[in-house]
């Protein structure tokens, strides 16, 4: 594969002369973003080897933007949570400094922080969304303008992609017809995008479907895109029960990565037809880990955080796979530089263009050797009193390194109603996030853990996903990729658990994270840590959490 991106690259690669004139002309922008995509690609398959999930789906127009561009191996979110991790993108700032953002439920946008896309509007851009940019939260889409700037009068059926080409199969319509209808509005809405550009600007675009997120159907992965759950046995991350439940639910995750990639491959299209794509800066990404899986979504392992993330455009070499460690934050500096605007010196992130101009592979930069991801609240019901679970982490490229603040508390919200008999179903687990653990999405996965969990052999893989947590948790990743053995007690690892303390602390005191600046006060007293007027289920009756 090294060899492949090594010889795309010298086909990519332009003269001097072709590159400054590139560079002359301000490029558009295109931002794809999938909601809880993960890191989950074909061509990573192709870098890696064989052995993972990776194997298993197509993702032909993210492969082909890897191939013209940059792919990257170490992409991570600085929260693997919808809105937290979003205000740190639109913002190009840790999480922690953006107010009501950094919360979920009962997030506000605060409007004196700088957004990247208002940015760009005020210095000449047209700007516009598809679906999802910013939310939950007030008011909805904030940083992008709110809905001034959305494109999507033709529907929103790829939102709920599998549920509609089920629907429509069952009615006896092929899978590839039902699929072209959802693309079809997809088309049109970006036509209408495309069309309200006047002639002399340059375009700065969002395109946030959120079919990736749940529900989506059983059994849709085979029935719809062909994948074979069974083609996963033995290639699950080891802390997943390699069982055909969840190897089912996994492949229909799968599924809906490829009806993303499909949507992408339309939006690429258009630009192509209109001659735009040349002077494109297209950027692919996710905003956290899978939803409804240990590990996944609300944790701060790498199957939390770690994302997909591949860029080209003018001004880029391509056929590149780089190791530089990227934060998405680092994603508003990237995108304002290209524009010819000054990044806010309020700014955290990074500008990725010294390594997006470079022609080198491998580690770029060699200042990008680490990020630092954190949590607070999710779901405000998750634990008694609408309490956070507060975690920074540190990750280098031998060691994840995660401090949990309030170890007594419960990491995927307060095991509520498993004192019943009989307990939850697997109907209420799979349909209802909000029976028990609300922090981790209801599902297939979720339920099949929760009512194993007495089962000896399955025991150890609920309490590790849903136990109460150390403090500290060191993982060596050389040896233990899967982040499951912690070593943070061992004697030999002292010294390194402790420089890799000292320089997570040191960042987030360097940053004002209210977390360490304050003793956590702000994350700790409403409205962060306070009830919501809606979602999550908040007037419901809280149940005595109890094993």
């Known amino acids: ?37 993960g890191r989950y690609a074909s061509c990573y398959a192709a870098v890696e080897g064989p052995g993972t999930p990776n194997d298993l789906l197509k993702t032909p127009n993210f492969d082909r933007i890897a191939h013209e561009g ?5 992409a991570f979110v600085t929260a693997p949570s919808c809105t937290p991790c979003r205000s740190s993108i639109l913002s190009g700032q840790y999480f922690w400094r953006t107010g009501r953002g950094a919360i979920l439920q009962g997030a ?18 047209h700007i516009g969304k598809m679906y999802k940019v910013w939310s939950p939260g007030t008011p909805a889409d904030a940083p992008y303008g709110q809905q001034a700037h959305a494109y999507q ?50 375009f700065c675009f969002w395109f946030g479907p959120t079919n990736v997120h749940r529900k989506w159907i059983k059994g849709s992965g085979k029935a719809i895109w062909g994948l074979d759950p069974e083609q996963l046995t033995g290639k699950l991350p080891k802390f997943l029960p390699d069982v055909p439940e969840i190897r089912q639910d996994f492949a229909d995750y799968l599924g809906e990565a490829m009806a993303f990639d499909g949507a992408l491959g339309v ?23 899978p939803p409804g899986f240990p590990h996944g979504k609300c944790n701060l392992y790498d199957f939390g955080t770690g994302v997909s993330l591949a860029i080209k455009g003018p001004g880029i070499l391509g056929g590149r796979v780089v190791e530089d460690f990227v934060n998405l934050m680092d994603l508003a500096p990237t995108f304002l530089e290209a524009g010819g605007v000054v990044p806010p010196a309020v700014m955290t992130g990074r500008s990725l263009w010294p390594t997006l101009k470079s022609s080198e592979q491998g580690l770029v930069d060699p200042t990008r050797t680490w ?7 999710h779901v405000a019901t998750a634990r008694d009193d609408f309490l956070p679970y507060p975690q920074r982490a540190l990750r280098t490229a031998d060691y994840l390194y995660i401090h949990n603040f309030h170890p007594e508390r419960w990491p995927q919200g307060n095991p509520y109603n498993l004192d019943q008999t009989p307990g939850p179903s697997v109907e209420d687990l799979t349909e209802n996030t909000y029976v028990t653990f609300h922090d981790e999405d209801a599902g297939p996965a979720k339920a099949w853990l929760v009512t194993h969990r007495d089962d000896s052999e399955w025991k150890p893989y609920f309490d590790r996903a849903y136990g109460q947590r150390p403090q500290e948790e060191l993982y060596v990743l050389k040896t233990d990729p899967d982040q499951i053995t912690n070593v943070a007690d061992q004697a030999n690892m002292a010294a390194i658990k402790q420089q890799l303390h000292d320089q997570l602390m040191a960042e987030l005191k360097r940053t004002h994270d209210p977390r360490v600046i304050d003793d956590g006060k702000f994350f700790e007293t409403p409205p962060m840590a306070g009830p919501v007027e809606s979602g999550g289920n908040n007037n419901a009756k809280k149940k005595k959490a109890a094993r």
């Open 108 to 125: 506000q946008w605060d409007s004196s922080i700088p957004a990247y896309p208002l940015l760009l509007k005020d210095n000449g851009y």
């Open 267 to 289: 939006i690429l299209a258009e630009l192509e037809a209109k001659g735009e794509l040349q002077n494109t800066m297209v950027v692919i990404s996710g905003d956290h880990g």
């Open 153 to 202: 009068k033709h529907g929103g059926r790829m939102n709920q992609f599998s549920q509609v080409v089920t629907a429509a199969m069952a009615k006896g319509q092929s899978a590839d017809d039902a699929k072209a209808e959802i693309y079809g509005e997809v088309r049109g809405n970006f036509q209408d995008f495309l069309a309200a550009k006047p002639a002399d600007q340059p």
């Open 1 to 37: 594969m090294r060899r492949t991106l090594s010889i795309a690259a010298i086909l990519c690669a332009v003269s001097t002369s072709a590159l400054m004139a590139a560079e002359a002309k301000r490029p558009n922008i295109l931002f794809a973003f999938a909601d809880d995509w």
């Open 371 to 377: 990020v630092i991801t954190g949590r607070e609240r």
């Open 70 to 74: 940059v792919l990257f191996q170490h």
